[in-house]
């Protein structure tokens, strides 16, 4: 299987080389760009299989820039940004990015989050579908079309909300969802009470899906800003 084509939106020379060299140690393909405007052109004109954006461009902010994309494409957009306030975080991955990397970053974490976006890509490009009605992650399985979760051999007795949760998180892993996006899909809203229960019923899943501190972690908490599920081995 081939690398990724990977686009590199990025004004700043020092930080865009860096990116560029760990890409090319590791044979991954790249374009680059260093403006909103041309980053826009490069995706509708390579179709790149994922962005590492910067949201400070000279031209156009990021946060733009994944919105216009989202127009026309859900190609994965890994935010790489020196903004590090929640309100930033939460606007970029609302505006549709995929994940969101602070600055200054290690080459190792942006690595792993590449691998992260290539297993979700190869789990979308491998599923016939019929295999599209049943999700497995590790120990986890959800079979859509009946409407029932297990892990191993157990079946998993969940309330509605909490299979909703689960079906949300796993139709997206490895994607960080804010609150605003689950609330909104869970309860059509996105009120402070809406929030608050939602930490209630995501408490309550985890539960059931990491019985024991030797459990592996199926859905890992951004302070602040949200959830994702993670892809268990």
């Keep these: 299987m081939n690398k990724p084509l990977i686009l590199v939106v990025e004004d700043d020379n020092s930080v865009k080389n860096l990116i560029t060299t760990t890409l090319r140690a590791h044979e991954y393909r790249f374009l680059t760009a260093q403006s909103g405007n041309s980053a826009i052109l490069e995706a509708s004109s390579h179709n790149p299989d994922i ?28 935010v790489i940004s020196a903004r590090s306030e929640d309100t930033d975080k939460i606007d970029a991955l609302d505006a549709g990015a995929d994940d969101y990397l602070t600055k200054p970053f290690s080459v190792e974490e942006l690595l792993a989050r590449l691998r992260v976006i290539q297993r979700r890509l190869k789990i979308m490009q491998n599923e016939s579908p019929a295999e599209m009605s049943v999700f497995t992650n590790g120990q986890l399985r959800i079979d859509y079309a009946a409407g029932c979760a297990y892990l191993g051999e157990e079946e998993l007795h969940l309330t509605p909300i909490e299979y909703k949760l689960l079906c949300l998180l796993s139709r997206n892993i490895g994607k960080v969802l804010t609150h605003t996006f689950i609330t909104q899909n869970i309860w059509g809203s996105s009120w402070d009470n809406d929030i608050a229960s939602l930490r209630v019923f995501m408490a309550t899943l985890r539960k059931k899906l990491e019985k024991s501190a030797d459990s592996p972690q199926y859905i890992q908490t951004h302070i602040g800003v949200g959830y994702r599920m993670m892809k268990v081995e």
């Design 51 to 78: 962005v590492l954006l910067d949201l400070g461009l000279p031209d156009i902010d990021g946060v733009e820039v994944i919105k216009r994309i989202r127009t026309w494409s859900n190609l994965p957009i890994i």
